[in-house]
């Protein structure tokens, strides 16, 4: 598609691709000389749509509509899917297992997972034939998170070297990344919209106006298996040394004001 790049901007026939990679709708189309083969972050038919219109559009389908779609705005092989197999994780997966089977899912391995949450995954890999794909840090660096025991005095650090750095190695394959983010999980999930612009790549969160009692609904309908450690009070389920029992997110670095790992930010 040919474009043109004016005041840090790519040029479409109606809608403007910033640098920053914002979509602004145009008060009329642009096209002057020169042109600029645009960068193929997104297939022809996902360009010709803003972030507003994909977020109007998607905001109106069910769940199962909204993965149906990704695949019809976007190829395959740009789709990247992460799963934490926690609490939520069943609902996101059968949706996926449903529509795609072929979908990749990659699981941040930090070292530090309750030994549920590893038994919780083989089953649902088993379960669903999912194709599960594990990611961790290097040896090196995990170590010293563990000699220095990072999570408790320097929590940040040790999300970024066992989630967020691990992820940032693959992220930059795909175009599309999609997660199990909800709403009603935090005040800055509340502030989400489906698709968000998040550096280089377009964040997606189909079940983002799923509420609480919507997902356990889901999963009771479809016969799901909870997470085991979900009977004992753990309503968001992470690291064992970063949580706790607790209802929604509360659980999660208790002792700090920490309410993210930092993958979502
Ligand atoms: S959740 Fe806790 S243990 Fe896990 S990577 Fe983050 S700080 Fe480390």
């Not at 209802?247 to 930010?265: A, M, Q, V």
Request: with cysteine.
């Amino acid at each position: 598609m040919p474009v043109q790049f004016l005041n840090g901007h790519f040029l479409l026939k109606d809608y403007e691709y910033s640098a920053h990679h914002t979509y602004i709708k145009l008060i009329s189309p642009l096209f002057r000389n020169g042109s600029l083969e645009i960068s193929n972050r997104m297939t022809q038919k996902a360009q010709q749509f803003s972030l507003e219109k994909l977020n109007e559009a998607y905001g109106k389908k069910t769940v199962y509509q909204r993965v149906e779609n990704l695949y019809v705005d976007f190829e395959a092989k740009d789709i990247m899917l992460t799963s934490a197999f926690a609490a939520t994780s069943a609902f996101l997966l059968k949706v996926f297992s449903d529509v795609n089977k072929d979908q990749v899912i990659y699981f941040i391995d930090t070292g530090y997972h309750f030994p549920e949450t590893l038994i919780y995954k083989e089953y649902l890999t088993k379960l669903y034939d999912l194709k599960v794909v594990e990611i961790r840090a290097g040896q090196e660096k995990h170590q010293q998170t563990k000699d220095e025991q990072l999570w408790e005095k320097d929590p940040n650090k040790c999300c970024f070297i066992n989630k967020v750095e691990p992820l940032d190695h693959i992220k930059k394959d795909f175009k599309v990344w999609v997660s199990g983010l909800m709403k009603w999980q935090s005040n800055f999930r509340a502030s989400l919209d489906y698709f968000e612009q998040r550096e280089e790549i377009l964040k997606f969160y189909p079940l983002l106006d799923i509420g609480f009692i919507e997902r356990d609904e889901f999963i009771r309908e479809h016969h799901l298996p909870f997470h085991p450690l979900k009977s004992k009070g753990y309503n968001s389920i992470g690291c064992h040394h970063c949580t706790v029992p607790g209802s929604d997110r509360s659980g999660r670095w208790n002792n700090s004001p920490k309410t993210e790992c930092g993958l979502h930010l």
